[in-house]
């Protein structure tokens, strides 16, 4: 049945000139603000008190004007109390900006719990977290609430996995139900994720699913209209314009739609009475924000499912370390099918010296950028009339050192970090020493721990012309494009084609490609990343999903030696397996999530401060209070705290340091790591918050980056 639409938020009165003119409100006179000022030793809010003549506007969750320091800013009003436990004076909110409650007390208890979780600080969470204010918007009539009648979806796809059903039961009957889905070939997941949202509605409560991109979006969003009608979903997307961003973000707080479709600055959504947090393939690197403090969006789901009791669906056809630490601890269950149906409907692959057969036939199979077998497997796809998918890295050079034999990235035996020649060292140039780019140290006797060898090779990868070899290795066939300079395509059309794709611009098509040639495998393989095998193995399922079963002749082909693990995982198609033995490889050597890290990017001088305080070698100015006039409260700053247990420092090295001799040290950046193990990572975090306070309240103007678990640490 459909509801009355909720009215617009009053406008606030004209303030009378005179301030002496002021009274405080009658009931609960003083407010608590968060002021934007994102400066980690005023992180906190801040008591005001309310003009009488602001009191109806002045509205817990509404934008309001303070003095803080002597200047006017912008602030989140988040309670009111009939009192301050500061003694002195209160400085009066100045303007109510608007009165429309926009800061629920959900989403400002999750913006607090992520810049703990970060390091961070709460306003520039709330940056994130709430869109820019549009006046216009604001006085439009709101829509009215979507007219729905929740019926139970269809069951059949689910059903495919053991706990598939259960699941859309969990979401039905309203509990938090925790799952890791993954997805098996050629899913149709954005028909999955709608029945799971409509399995929510269904007990009464919204859903929020967030995916990588707008095609993902759009995918998504088109299915949940058709089964939940369009009116009761909201796409939610940077690409918007700041008007209907803003239009649809209020529609979704004022309760006119039940389930937001978005990418990463979804996650702060302001749904009430959530009974679904789903994120699709959380390894993309375009859920991790590229602003202070890098929130994941995995993480922040996370932390929200918790707050708010909702169900907490990871889904993807690849599973990340971070997955499998969810299902290991018990926290989440595996939501996987079988392995008869995972292999009745997988593509058949195949691998580079998988066989001596392979070789017999085809003796320049580990040299060929496109060997034979890979050659058929595009005529076999082609003659069916089905379109070939090319994936090819993106072109450029690759700053990374491999061994020249078995090309396995080089590690250093003290940290496992990635070794690299110093910048600005000639080529060829014997003298010059590989170095870590972690914690420094020279690796003058290098032996590869794969196959023993002693020999290093620079990396370098070029695609630019892939497409025009392949065209002219099959005369009369069209090429598309997609990617890699080229325009994104969504889709193409059924048919005999070639489609050349970097990764993650893989277009769909209706009935799947005939098969799919992974080219050079080894360069994704061999980048010095922490992720590299996980977002190697990642893209590879990504772009073999599209490929019909093995039954209908589907063939995916990739170049890379089948005795390496990650090419293991996709021949058998066992992500899961993947995973597990990546995060034991990374408990082994201390990387993330195993461990908690965090990368300290400045100058010099203000990583040493970081770095010492974080340690406990440094006391200097600890546990002293300073005060401020900004709204008569003190703030402390420095408290006192033990290191974090079992914290490691690795480092510091230079980054992009100058080619030219004689620069100024101050041009110089470095990087230090810290580590601590998982269960001191909230310590860490507290500590390198409470180091930045120090900073900022001694007024240091070098910046410094924190960034709490770095997807790429290289």
Do not use: N
Request: aromatic share 4%; net charge positive.
């Amino acid at each position: 049945m459909t509801t009355s639409a909720p009215r617009a938020a009053p406008r606030p009165r004209r303030a009378p000139r005179d301030r002496g003119e002021w009274k405080p409100a009658a009931v609960l006179p003083v407010a608590r603000v968060v002021v934007d000022v994102p400066l980690p030793h005023l992180d906190r809010p801040f008591d005001y008190r309310v003009p009488g003549h602001l009191d109806e506007a002045a509205v817990a969750g509404a934008r309001v004007r303070v003095r803080f320091a002597g200047r006017m800013v912008d602030g989140f009003l988040l309670e009111r109390a009939d009192d301050s436990a500061h003694g002195g004076k209160l400085a009066w909110v100045e303007k109510v900006v608007s009165a429309e409650p926009v800061l629920t007390p959900e989403v400002a208890g999750l913006a607090r719990a992520v810049a703990d979780r970060y390091a961070g600080v709460m306003a520039d969470v709330l940056r994130l977290a709430v869109p820019a204010r549009h006046a216009r918007v604001e006085s439009e009539t709101p829509r009215e609430r979507a007219a729905e009648t929740p019926t139970a979806p269809d069951r059949t796809g689910w059903s495919a996995y053991p706990r598939g059903t259960a699941l859309l039961d969990a979401l039905a009957g309203g509990r938090a139900a925790h799952a890791v889905w993954q997805a098996l070939p050629g899913e149709r997941w954005p028909e999955r994720l709608a029945e799971a949202a409509a399995a929510t509605r269904t007990a009464g409560r919204s859903a929020l699913l967030v995916v990588p991109d707008q095609r993902d979006v759009d995918r998504l969003h088109a299915a949940c209209a058709a089964l939940l009608g369009p009116d009761a979903v909201v796409a939610l997307t940077a690409d918007l314009g700041p008007a209907e961003r803003y239009r649809r973000w209020l529609a979704v707080r004022r309760g006119s739609a039940r389930v937001v479709v978005g990418t990463r600055s979804a996650a702060f959504a302001p749904l009430g009475a959530l009974g679904l947090l789903a994120v699709w393939d959380d390894g993309d690197d375009s859920h991790s924000e590229p602003r202070a403090p890098y929130p994941q969006v995995r993480d922040v789901l996370m932390l929200r499912a918790h707050r708010e009791g909702a169900a907490l669906l990871v889904g993807g056809f690849a599973r990340t370390a971070e997955a499998q630490v969810l299902v290991e601890s018990g926290w989440a269950s595996p939501v996987v099918a079988d392995r008869a149906t995972v292999r009745a409907r997988a593509p058949r692959v195949t691998a580079i010296g998988e066989s001596d057969s392979q070789l017999v036939r085809d003796p320049s199979a580990r040299a060929a950028r496109v060997p034979g077998v890979a050659f058929e497997a595009a005529r076999e796809a082609l003659k069916a009339g089905r379109p070939v998918l090319v994936q090819v890295p993106r072109a450029g050079y690759l700053p990374f050192l491999a061994c020249a034999s078995c090309r396995e990235a080089s590690r250093c035996r003290h940290c496992a970090g990635p070794l690299g020649l110093p910048r600005g060292a000639a080529s060829g140039e014997s003298a010059t020493l590989p170095a870590c780019r972690w914690c420094g140290r020279a690796e003058p006797g290098f032996r590869c721990g794969g196959c023993g060898s002693r020999r290093l090779r620079a990396g370098v990868v070029g695609a630019g012309r892939t497409a025009e070899e392949l065209g002219r290795a099959f005369p009369g066939v069209p090429v598309r494009s997609s990617g890699g300079g080229a325009k994104v395509l969504d889709a193409v059309e059924p048919g005999p084609a070639l489609v050349v794709a970097t990764p993650g611009a893989e277009p769909v098509v209706e009935g799947g490609y005939g098969a799919a040639l992974l080219l050079d495998g080894w360069a994704m393989l061999s980048r010095p990343d922490l992720r590299v095998a996980e977002e190697t193995l990642r893209r590879w399922f990504a772009a073999a999903a599209g490929v019909v079963p093995h039954t209908e002749g589907g063939r995916v082909v990739v170049i890379a030696e089948a005795a390496i693990p990650t090419v293991q995982a996709l021949v058998r198609w066992d992500p899961a397996w993947h995973a597990e033995q990546e995060l034991a490889a990374r408990a082994e050597v201390g990387f993330p999530p195993a461990m908690r890290m965090a990368a300290v990017e400045g100058s010099p001088a203000a990583v040493a401060e970081i770095c010492d305080v974080v340690l406990g070698t440094e006391s200097s100015g600890r546990g002293t209070g300073i005060g401020t006039e900004s709204s008569g409260r003190g703030t402390r700053v420095g408290t006192e705290r033990e290191p974090p247990e079992g914290v490691e420092l690795l480092g510091p090295v230079e980054i992009d340091p100058p080619d030219r001799p004689g620069v100024d040290r101050d041009a110089i950046r470095e990087r230090a790591l810290l580590r601590v193990p998982r269960a001191a990572g909230r310590r860490l975090a507290a500590a390198l918050h409470d180091a930045q306070a120090l900073r900022t309240a001694r007024k240091a103007t070098d910046p410094v980056r924190i960034c709490l678990d770095p997807d790429e640490i290289d």
